[in-house]
């Protein structure tokens, strides 16, 4: 069984940087995409960002310029650098690893995040 743990959630003020860390149970991430999703109070869950296996990133707009996603497989450590960031950004910051080739999808329990002033 897969586990996914996220930190680095916290209170920050507008203009502020956050780096949300993801660690893994297993050694998942050398197969497993592995990526950034949010879910603000009243609001669907959301893609931030993925990067897959060989270091492919993609990131949603709201993200761009803004956010950046890495991993450390040998550490099974996904990273989620955030920088100027806006009350827009707050909520739970999820980690999830995804293999389509193996069916599989795994979730950690979030990690909050609050832009406010």
């Known amino acids: 069984q897969v586990q996914l743990v996220e930190s680095g959630g916290g209170l920050v003020q507008p203009g502020g940087s956050l780096r949300l860390s993801c660690a893994g149970s297993?050694?998942?991430?050398?197969?497993?995409?592995m990526g950034w999703f949010r879910q603000a109070p009243g609001k669907e869950r959301e893609f931030v960002a993925a990067?897959?296996?060989?270091?492919?990133?993609n990131y949603a707009d709201s993200a761009k310029g803004r956010f950046t996603i890495s991993r450390d497989n040998a550490k099974n450590t996904v990273y989620l650098q955030m920088n100027s960031l806006k009350p827009e950004d707050t909520a739970v910051y999820y980690c999830?690893?995804?293999?389509?080739?193996?069916?599989?999808?795994?979730w950690g329990a979030g990690a909050q995040v609050a832009v406010s002033s």
């Open positions: 990067i897959t296996r060989d270091g492919t990133t």
């Open positions: 297993a050694n998942i991430f050398s197969i497993y995409t």
């Open positions: 999830k690893a995804s293999s389509v080739s193996l069916g599989k999808n795994y």
